[in-house]
């Protein structure tokens, strides 16, 4: 296994386009997390997922934001109607859940600009 | 409420150590994480510590923790060239598990 992958690892749009980026936890892990960075700051969280359910959302998860994991495994993050204050680096991170260990591995990042 | 800080920066020469610190809010935290970031990648895990623990040692790391001051530090010893980054603490939050994190400190080791 080479650990949680994300793709696009680069994405530039125009303002008002939409973009989907997505994430490929480490096999078997339950939970997905998301995360967004910008420049000079500390990942902030965005949501998280055990199996396919989305357990939690941060109040920085607009409408325009929308994130899914169908089957439980890869997960979606989907953004629309970008604004120019959406560029960030969009971290994946995942982690075997209950019972397995908490610890959360990260996936190279997703980074947005949003012109 | 949910609050991790950091100071923002630290110079070190190759062959000493570095002490980065960290202070955080929320009392219920069970687990306290140190990832290093380089330019351009994600996040990789360092270390962590449960709660429980006062110290914990790993080869060239040292994690103390504070419980009572809610202090948190990472002590690099014999810092090499190649251990330039940022470095996060994150305190994982109890309900749900998801991480705080530090704004970061940019650790920088002049040769």
């Known amino acids: 296994d080479t650990g949680v992958s994300q793709n696009p690892r680069h994405k530039i749009t125009k303002r008002g386009q939409n973009v989907t980026f997505r994430c490929d936890p480490i096999?078997?892990?339950?939970?997905l997390y998301w995360y967004r960075q910008t420049l000079g700051q500390g990942p902030e969280f965005l949501t998280y997922?055990?199996?396919?359910?989305?357990?939690?959302k941060s109040r920085l998860l607009s409408d325009r934001f929308s994130a899914e994991r169908p089957k439980g495994s890869f997960s979606t993050l989907e953004i629309q109607r970008t604004e120019q204050g959406d560029s960030a680096m969009y971290l994946c991170?995942?982690?075997?859940?209950?019972?397995?260990?908490?610890?959360?591995?990260f996936g190279p990042g997703t980074r947005l600009l949003v012109l | 409420g949910e609050d991790v800080e950091q100071s923002l920066f630290l110079s070190v020469r190759e062959g000493d150590s570095s002490v980065i610190n960290c202070t955080y809010t929320?009392?219920?935290?069970?687990?306290l994480y140190w990832y290093k970031q380089e330019p351009g990648a994600g996040l990789q895990l360092l270390t962590y510590?449960?709660?429980?623990?006062d110290m914990k040692q790993d080869q060239r790391l040292t994690v103390l923790l504070n419980k009572k001051d809610k202090h948190l530090s990472l002590r690099i010893a014999d810092t090499q060239t190649g251990d330039s980054a940022i470095y996060f603490c994150?305190?994982?939050?109890?309900?749900?598990?998801?991480?705080?994190f530090g704004q970061g400190t940019e650790l920088s080791v002049k040769p």
């Open positions: 997922f055990q199996n396919e359910a989305q357990l939690e």
């Open positions: 929320d009392s219920s935290s069970t687990y």
């Open positions: 096999s078997e892990h339950n939970r």
């Open positions: 510590i449960f709660s429980n623990m």
């Open positions: 991170a995942s982690s075997p859940g209950t019972g397995g260990g908490e610890t959360q591995y």
């Open positions: 994150a305190e994982r939050y109890n309900q749900g598990g998801k991480l705080i």
